[in-house]
Nanobody, 124 residues
Framework: QVQLVESGGGLVQAGGSLRLSCTAS????????MGWFRQAPGKEREFVAA????????YYAAFVKGRCTTSRDNAKNTVYLQMNSLKPEDTAVYYC?????????????????WGQGTQVTVSS
């Protein structure tokens, strides 16, 4: 069982930066691939980024490539999403998710555990 807690969201002006954190409980975090998703009001939850269990591989959605970086610190059971050059359309609830290390999944159904989400609001 893995429990995930996101933090670091908030209100930021367009062009600003935020670093989201996702801290996991349990001893199996280092054996999990991790993903970041977001859900804007009235829209479906969508893939943002993923990182392999050892941090060796990452994958990003096209709309954040070059603006976001995901990383992890397995000693701290934490995965990060650094977001730069934020735009109003990045406003959403951001979720982290965990899955078995079978590839960098981009679909919601590929993930077994989810956090409660953290709100990111970007003002224009």
């Amino acid at each position: 069982q893995v429990q995930l807690v996101e933090s670091g969201g908030g209100l930021v002006q367009a062009g600003g930066s935020l670093r989201l954190s996702c801290t996991a409980s349990g001893r199996t975090f280092s054996m999990k691939d991790m993903g970041w998703f977001r859900q804007a009001p009235g829209k479906e939850r969508e893939f943002v980024a993923a990182i392999s269990w050892n941090g060796g591989r990452t994958y990003y959605a096209a709309f954040v490539k070059g603006r976001c970086t995901t990383s992890r610190d397995n000693a701290k059971n934490t995965v990060y999403l650094q977001m730069n050059s934020l735009k109003p359309e990045d406003t959403a609830v951001y979720y982290c998710a965990a899955r078995s290390p079978t590839g960098l999944g981009v679909n919601l159904y590929e993930y077994d555990y989810w956090g409660q989400g953290t709100q990111v609001t970007v003002s224009s």
